[in-house]
């Protein structure tokens, strides 16, 4: 197994009726905080406003109507909770979210809105909780990214980039697990344009940054940071071997220049990104990586996973 | 005197090179909500984050040289202050803000790092101390929207909506004095297309419903409302004929309405649009303007005057 652009092509088409292709903007207000030419892959007006509903869909589009009809279960506190509650209404299928017990109420309400059943666990224990509930109901797990299936779905985003812009310079990307990271790379790399795909990472979890420095998947030890969608301690297995061969480079970000980026990006651009979609924002703010004011720069922002109440907390 | 669209037009060349072409965003997520296909028209992403320097800047790149030298000076604590004060940092030449010494300090501040100089008067008293300084600094006047060539460069807004989407069926203005009502129809209205114009302003200060109704300028009791940008108590004198020959209605908007529709726009469209700029998708919301599902309704979007500390009044 592997993935191909072919994949990717083949996963546009299955998700095509179930997503939005999100705007590709040019923000010129923001080019002279940022230094270069901004633009912006809104994937925050993404149905769920997030990337993740990308890979979902396309995984459980491939499933058996049996395993269709026994329903599916995923561990996630934000995003792909919202997804997988999104595609199971969407295709008439039970869902089960199983989420720490010391997440944000924001979270667990907007999965549940969507009609899926929440399940709550401590927070140690979820992935056990998760496995334990598919075992006994025969639910199918769907992975947040370390899946080939969830990547192609993923690596539309990187389609619908090169056919809005052949010429941008780079596209810097929030990671986690890799999942974004490895398919949108992928779908650049073999798409005839010439543009450097970069990863941002909170520099509290450089869990790609290490990993790719000593050649092999590393598990970092955890620690908080406020971007909380993006807190994986490892590189995906599958994830991670994609993303050597494809990506430019990582950036590791300061909390601080995440929040700043959020605030830039909120007060000048007008636009609502959750601190973990801030990130790549926040590397070129924190000089983390060097542009010029030719060099067109694209930032994919995702996330629904921001309140009021995460505003509130701002002090601008 | 009057207003065509040609002046629109040879506005539009004017002040090309000051300005960005804003985008207009198919946003289906939220169709569900608002009960029809959602359009945003994104002057919130213009140059000082709204529309108030396309006629600003139409305004002043038309003063002889002498008067350029002299310098500019206008009353407002909002959007149109950082309008002029953009204009003039641009131009190389003097600007002055007059702001009410109630205002908002977001917004002084705002406009003060831009450049102009700001000058705090009595809420009541601050006509008189612009016409004052005016007077005696030889500065021009540069009205916020009673004046032609002024509303020629708001009508480009206008323009770019027919340009970028032909077959709109509602265009739904934000209105105070009606300068950007009056020649956004104008520009609508003398196009190819079949779209209808609606202005939307509080129910707090009805002056456009009212006025429309009596057939003739009225002015209305001051009211308090959450629209801080919407608090003209009557229509422009050179305004008003112009929308009663272009426009198609006037909806009123109860506060309550405007408050919830920027709470949608942030949550579900993840855009940040001031309570003033809310008022359209508040109409839809409270049900004064019926839609229906196939109605292609774009909603004008601007104003950078919403901070942090807004946001963090408005309970979710």
């Known amino acids: 197994m592997s993935l191909t652009i072919d994949d990717i092509r083949?996963?546009?088409?299955?998700?095509?009726?179930?997503?939005?292709?999100?705007?590709?903007?040019?923000?010129?207000n923001l080019d002279a905080f940022l230094g270069c030419e901004v633009y912006v892959k809104l994937e925050s007006m993404q149905v769920t406003n997030a990337f993740k509903i990308r890979g979902v869909m396309n995984k459980v589009l491939q499933l058996s109507d049996e395993a269709l009809e026994k329903?599916?279960?995923?561990?996630?506190?934000?995003?792909?909770?919202?997804?997988?509650?999104?595609?199971?209404?969407?295709?008439?299928?039970?869902?089960?979210v199983v989420v720490p017990d010391s997440g944000s109420a924001f979270k667990a309400d907007a999965i549940e809105a969507l009609g899926a059943e929440l399940v709550r666990a401590d927070v140690n224990e979820r992935f056990d909780v998760t496995e334990t509930l598919a075992e006994k109901y025969d639910y199918t797990i769907i992975p947040p990214f370390d899946d080939y299936d969830v990547m192609a779905g993923q690596g539309t985003v990187g389609l619908e980039i090169v056919k809005q812009h052949e010429s941008l310079d780079y596209v810097i990307l929030p990671t986690s697990g890799g999942g974004l990271l490895a398919s949108t790379s992928t779908a650049i790399?073999?798409?005839?344009?010439?543009?450097?795909?970069?990863?941002?990472?909170?520099?509290?979890?450089p869990k790609y940054s290490e990993s790719l420095a000593r050649g092999e998947r590393t598990k970092i030890s955890r620690q908080k940071t406020i971007a909380d969608a993006?807190?994986?301690?490892?590189?995906?297995?599958?994830?991670?071997?994609?993303?050597?061969?494809?990506?430019?480079?990582?950036?590791?970000?300061?909390?601080?220049?995440?929040?700043?980026?959020?605030?830039?990006?909120?007060?000048?651009?007008?636009?609502?990104?959750?601190?973990?979609?801030?990130?790549?924002?926040?590397?070129?703010?924190?000089?983390?990586?060097?542009?010029?004011?030719?060099?067109?720069?694209?930032?994919?922002?995702?996330?629904?996973?921001?309140?009021?109440?995460?505003?509130?907390?701002?002090?601008?």
């Open 189 to 205: 790399k073999h798409s005839p344009v010439d543009t450097k795909v970069y990863g941002a990472e909170p520099a509290n979890l």
């Open 230 to 316: 993006l807190v994986s301690d490892q590189p995906g297995e599958r994830n991670f071997p994609i993303v050597q061969e494809n990506v430019d480079g990582m950036l590791a970000v300061a909390d601080e220049f995440i929040l700043k980026a959020m605030k830039l990006l909120f007060m000048e651009g007008k636009i609502v990104a959750e601190p973990s979609s801030s990130v790549g924002a926040g590397a070129v703010l924190e000089g983390v990586i060097e542009v010029s004011a030719e060099d067109k720069v694209c930032f994919v922002i995702s996330g629904g996973n921001v309140g009021l109440d995460m505003l509130k907390e701002v002090d601008y």
């Open 71 to 96: 329903g599916i279960i995923a561990t996630s506190s934000g995003n792909h909770g919202k997804a997988i509650a999104f595609a199971a209404k969407q295709l008439g299928i039970n869902a089960t």
């Open 10 to 28: 083949e996963a546009s088409d299955r998700i095509a009726p179930y997503i939005h292709q999100t705007p590709l903007l040019r923000m010129k």
